[in-house]
Nanobody
Framework: QVQLVESGGGLVQAGGSLRLSCAAS????????MDWYRQAPGKQRDLVAS???????NYADSVKGRFTISRDNAKNTVYLQMNSLKPEDTAVYYC??????????????WGQGTQVTVSS
């Protein structure tokens, strides 16, 4: 079993910045994709940014140019640097990992979520 522990959420004014972190631990052979999703009240959970082990990166159109995803494979950690935050970025942000377990099974794990609130 793999655990994802997120940190870095909080309350910030519009135009401000926050940095989210997500560390994976447990029975991991390798982590393939590490992603950030977000879910606003009454809305579905949407992909914000993703990064593969090989380094390919994708962003939702709504965050391009403002958010930066990065990962440290040695630490099994993914980061999300969020700049120029807008009130519409307010949501619970979830970390997701697609990994291969120590038993060579392909699995998925989710973090508990961290609240990001952007005031206008």
């Amino acid at each position: 079993q793999v655990q994802l522990v997120e940190s870095g959420g909080g309350l910030v004014q519009a135009g401000g910045s926050l940095r989210l972190s997500c560390a994976a631990s447990g029975n991991i052979f390798s982590i393939n994709n590490m992603d950030w999703y977000r879910q606003a009240p009454g809305k579905q959970r949407d992909l914000v940014a993703s990064t593969s082990r090989g380094g390919s990166i994708n962003y939702a159109d709504s965050v391009k140019g403002r958010f930066t995803i990065s990962r440290d494979n040695a630490k099994n950690t993914v980061y999300l640097q969020m700049n120029s935050l807008k009130p519409e970025d307010t949501a619970v942000y979830y970390c997701h990992a697609a990994y291969t377990s120590s038993r060579r099974n392909r699995e998925n794990a989710w973090g508990q979520g961290t609240q990001v609130t952007v005031s206008s």
